[in-house]
């Protein structure tokens, strides 16, 4: 029985009694102290990466044999030199890092009396705090100073400003946060300001007025495309990216460079994870489950292992060698990263992750959401997914060079150590030496590894639906009522399967270069065969009798016993469409940095084939009478038809130069590039040039600003070239036509940031206008996520707007943000002046959205977390009637899910610390509440007709409150 059918008193005792469990859980494995802070400079910065250890007992021996006349007795602050002290490992301890924003926490288990924290960072001043009988919550901030010791070429990375168009997202949140797709990227993008969604069942969105169809998403570099034929979000299954799967994700509304393709809105670029040893994870709901497996294999640390001895006593640094992946060579972790942590003293090789393999399956049925929907029948929606990454490296360099000939160790970006020895130890004693962070600089002259790494996914979208029948109201005083019961089905298939194989690396300490081959191959098939009866009349007011005893269901009497039907009619809906496409690419990338200087560029060949089949149609009949009805034949209300094939070739290629200026007064970085494509189908050569301007001033307070602009096109790929003529028997026959000319925009964007602490947390404000004109625009309509467009270079418009974004930790570690949006966008078709600026189909004048995250310090294993969606309607019209989109108008689209997460793992629970739980890093249990509210969101409108040729617009609602629970476990 589903859990909405659980009558109200029996839930309340319910969640009573769960709440119970999970309070007397916590309470069970609460023995423990829980630490947090934050880590800042002397400008309240927030200090990244910074290393936070927790030593009990007598863990930490200074040299000369006492903590630099620091009293035990008190919690005083003492600042101590990085190579003043060592650690025993024998003691108990406990560490970690803190994030971006400078944030900690720690759990210890069962502590002792005394505890000592030390803080150490690359730069900085290695500072310790002692505690004496630590409380069970402890708020510890710290401030570290800079260190007066001179770095010669270490890069420390710190919380990085956003310097381009592209913003920051945070693919680790979109794993706890509710979503009715059963977790996706694009749940967490539409909380993004600009973006915006109406149709929860989909993973599709849409950014600043422009369609689905204007967004671009690369993985990897690489673009990836989706099935042609879906045209509702029950048929749409799983998103491309499997979130378990990504390391990186950006994004940019509007204004984005030269090295991204030919769409208009907007830019997804996803980057995939490298594994360095075995991790996994396992994920089961009442929405489906995943399974995710991640390895890498690594070639020995040292050419003689160490001894039994030494691996007791000794803190070894943890092997690294630079395993930057072949589409951005230039990333590579912090060196900072390496601060705190001791080297072993043998003979060791480079090394580094040889060989690495991800593989990722997703099952997803929307069974249970499809069954809050007004439609009742047999739904039957299954989706799979299979996706792989492949990784070998081809050769390795020594990337940690030891002036002493014994020693050879490797960390990223080439980093050399210039003592001449380790701080006198000998390399046969078990003593562990501190490698001082100032003790290492940067090798310029070693190379990056040279990779090949394979993508493959496999996705398999079935839907059947059996229909029943369907009861809805709408409308206020003048309320209709709306009952159709149905026959038929509809059974639809879309597989798709994409491959990439890519190799790059450096060939020299500038340059780096890489090399792409890809291929995406989908095949659909769409079938149904419905019919319905319906019956329209007006809704009773009677509250306690809506019926009022009608003949039939569905029909409405008045209080003289008469019925009140406007109209009856049947329909029946046909299609048999199928379509099969190919793409396959060819590219090659590279960089070349010099001092503040990059330049990059790219090429590209893509060849497309495309077979299409369309065969559908609609007949309905009204009182007798079929509908069109000229008086004479028997027509359909809808019918079109077309068999269409094309093959065609892209050329595209870009260049783009980033510059940087720093100087008193603050940075300046400057980006100019563009683009040129080629297509074969209508000749037709596109220039895009592009170019953005960052200016971050050296003011107190920390602000940043950034100024976009250029010329964007978007070729049509294929739905846009279908062409449609009516013929004198009503059918619509579509032909493919080489006369369409790219959509042309200009973007025109305008932003800034303001990075704050309030409440002793990180916040950042954003704010970005923005303006876009489009020409040579093609009109189209939108039924639930299908775009049909007209096949004509038929309107011009444009989109304008203010997006506004507070992103912060209302909670500390947490991340959290709310975002606010006014917009206005606008077209005008050519062929028809008389009804001048209509909106856009897509305009939705004001957008808030908020994601909030929180817990109880406590009990922070526990947290819980907040999805809002507050949005304008879309405009609609009725059939072939663009005059109406002035007036029409969905409601709001609101939408409120919350979810509660209770975690387990080493810090939080004591059982998760025996040896039969060595390879479970965490599991969790979710609930998870899906429109809390239960706000009725309409996402589309199924017209019917009176006896009096009158049409009335029936809403197509969209689920209801649904109640998910998920488990997490995730392997080590």
Known sequence: MLIGNVPLAMRRRIWILVFILLLSMGALYARNVRIYGYVVDSDNRGIELANVVSIQDAGLRTQDKRLH???SETSETNVISPSSFIFDLSSQQEGTTTNRNGYYELVLMEPSDTITLVYSMIGYTTVYQRIVSPQEVLNVNVEMATSEEWLEEVEVRGVKRQTTMMDHIDAAASRVMPDATGGSIESLLITFAGVNQNNELSSQYNVRGGSFDENVVYVNGIEVHRPLLIRSGQQEGLSFVNPSMVENVEFSAGGYGAQYGDKMASVLDIRYKRPERFEGSLSASLLGASVYVGMGEKTACAERPPSAERQKTAHFVRCQTDIQSSQNPS????????????????????????????????????????????????????YFDYQTMLTWDINRDKRLRIKDKRQNSSVDEGARIKNERLNSADSET??????????????????????I???????????VFQPDSMSESWGGLDAKHLNIWYDGHEKDRFVTAFAALSTGGQVSPEVSIGFDASG???????????????????????????????????????????????GTGKYHQHARNRLEAGVATLSHHGEWKRGQNSLTWGVSAQGEWIRDHISEWEWRDSAGYSLPNN?????????????????????QGYVQNTHKWNTDKGQVILTVGGRLQWWSWTNEVLPSPRASLVYIPGWKRDFSFRLATGLYYQAPFYKELRDTLTDADGVTRISLTRDLRAQRSVHVVLGGDYYFRAWGRPFKFTAEAYYKYIDRMESYTVDNVRVRYSGKNDSEGYAAGLDLKLYGELVPGADSWISFSVMSAKQRLIDRPDLGWIPSPQEQRYSFSMLFQDYVPQFPQLKFHLKMLWSDGMPFAAPRDYASMKTLRMSDYRRIDIGATYAFNAKTAKFMRAPSAKHVAEWAIQFEVFNLVGWKNVNSYFWVSDAYGQQWASPNYLTGRRYNLKLTVDLK
């Open 520 to 566: 995406f191959y989908t095949n659909e098939r769409e079938t149904y065969d419905i019919t319905g009866e319906y019956v329209l009349s007006n809704k009773s007011l009677d509250a306690e009798n809506p019926d009022m005893g009608g003949s039939r269901p569905g029909e409405m009497v008045d209080a003289s016993g008469q019925t009140d039907v406007l």
């Open 430 to 451: 078990s003593e562990t030496n501190v490698i001082s962070p100032s003790s290492f600089i940067l090798d310029p002259s070693s190379k990056s590894l040279w990779s």
């Open 69 to 71: 006349s620091a009293d």
């Open 631 to 651: 008086g004479q034949d028997m027509l359909l209300y809808y019918a079109m038809q077309g068999d269409s094939s094309m093959q065609s070739a892209r050329l």
């Open 331 to 382: 990333d590579s972790k912090a060196v900072g990263q390496q601060s705190g942590r001791t080297a072993k003293r043998s003979d060791s090789k480079a090394v580094g992750v040889s060989f690495s393999q991800m593989h990722g399956i997703r099952y997803k049925t929307s069974q249970y959401m499809l069954g809050s929907l007004a439609t009742a029948g047999n739904y039957q929606p299954n």
């Open 453 to 463: 790494s394979f993508l493959g996914n496999v996705s398999v979208n079935d839907y």
